[in-house]
């Protein structure tokens, strides 16, 4: 919905001062009018293709050239709109002191906005489409045992397997995982976006992530929008154990180490089960160091209270770009992006190593592969 009421708002205010305002006939104004709703409103208009809004199954090409412009138009409109605000605090302080100045000619402005508008565009698609880098990061643990001091974990979380972030970065991502011969491999939730048939030859590589005690993955809000128990059955396929409401014990050293996961709260929708710590973790040994999978970190305060030593989340995209920060922190009880104490525990909350396809565009917040080493007190 947010997206929707930008998208309109984008498209009035551009049409009012920048397409109108041109020097051209009626007939342009009108062509450059239907091109300029037809690319700001496309999220709107996915809802006409297969795949609908959440995974357009367009040709990577359209895709990419339609999400390219609607980057732009969004810069233009941020851009626009603060030389608006700025010249008409020029006027003010211009009549203040009893004159006006004009820098530029409107055309010229225009032009000048363009190109602005343009680099964040390119630079934010680029990123966004990158193959993530690996972030290696250390977790300080007092209650972890001795024997899994130097344990490392790797987190991927919001890979948003799509037409557009497709089969050729899957395959690059699964390759850099393996270069860090991991411990655990664990996938933190929307993994991929569109129905299992469409997605299968794209999600393939995710087959040959490697090791050393396995692969593990909880469920993200975008695996239930397309046929979940078909996706979980693929998943399966792969090698990758899902848990949902479920954990795993590994013997590590000697020690145990209890690896749950929870389902994503959209699950109600379905008629499936919601996210249940308590199920989660029934059975497990007491006393036994605990890792909690869990797609969004708005828990984590309930998941610390009934004895999770580390949660790993993802989910925020990390605010995606600088500028949406703190809206996204406010949707998501105050987490965005790295590590939090809550009570005992320890969060992450991973900025993520893809985007929903629709808006894949990255400015300030890079997407990561986060390797996790382990470490005692």
């Not at 709107?44 to 359209?62: D, H, I, N, Q, T």
């Not at 695996?223 to 128990?229: D, G, I, K, P, V």
């Not at 991973?350 to 629709?358: K, N, Q, R, T």
Request: net charge positive; charged share 15%; hydrophobic share 50%.
């Amino acid at each position: 919905m947010f997206i929707q009421l930008l998208a309109l708002l984008v498209f009035f205010y551009l049409l009012c001062r920048v397409v109108l305002p041109l020097p051209v006939n009626g007939y342009l104004k009108a062509a450059a009018g239907a091109l300029l709703f037809a690319f700001s409103q496309q999220h709107f208009l996915y809802r006409y293709v297969p795949g609908g809004m959440v995974s357009p199954e367009l040709p990577f090409p359209a895709l990419l050239l339609s999400t390219g412009i609607f980057a732009f138009l969004l810069f233009l409109f941020l851009m626009t709109l603060c030389r608006d605000v700025a010249a008409a605090a020029r006027r003010l302080s211009g009549r203040l002191r009893g004159r006006t100045r004009a820098v530029f000619s409107p055309g010229r402005r225009q032009a000048i906005m363009a190109c602005l508008a343009a680099v964040p565009a390119v630079y934010g698609l680029r990123g966004g489409l990158a193959v993530p880098g690996v972030r290696r990061l250390e977790a300080r643990l007092p209650a972890l045992p001795g024997a899994l001091d130097g344990l490392m974990l790797v987190q991927i979380s919001d890979l948003h397997v799509s037409r557009l972030l497709h089969g050729p970065r899957v395959r690059a991502l699964v390759e850099k995982v393996n270069a860090l011969k991991p411990d655990l491999v664990v996938l933190t939730g929307d993994i991929v976006d569109g129905f299992p048939d469409r997605r299968a030859d794209s999600v393939a590589p995710l087959r040959d992530l490697r090791a050393r005690y396995g692969v593990f993955a909880c469920a993200g809000n975008h695996e239930y929008y397309a046929n979940f128990r078909a996706w979980m059955r693929a998943f399966q396929s792969l090698g990758v154990t899902m848990l949902l409401n479920s954990h795993s014990r590994l013997s590590i050293g000697g020690e145990n180490i209890v690896l749950a996961g929870v389902t994503d709260i959209v699950a109600g929708r379905y008629g499936l089960p919601p996210p249940d710590v308590s199920a989660a973790l029934d059975g497990a040994p007491p006393g036994a160091f605990t890792v909690l999978l869990e797609h969004r970190p708005v828990n984590a305060a309930a998941n610390a209270a009934a004895g999770v030593h580390l949660q790993l989340s993802g989910h925020t995209h990390g605010g995606q770009i600088l500028g949406l920060t703190k809206l996204v922190t406010a949707y998501n009880d105050g987490y965005l992006y790295g590590w939090y104490r809550i009570a005992g525990m320890r969060l992450y909350v991973s900025s993520g190593a893809g985007l929903w396809g629709a808006f894949p565009v990255r400015l300030g917040v890079p997407s990561e592969i986060a390797a996790l080493t382990l470490r005692g007190a």
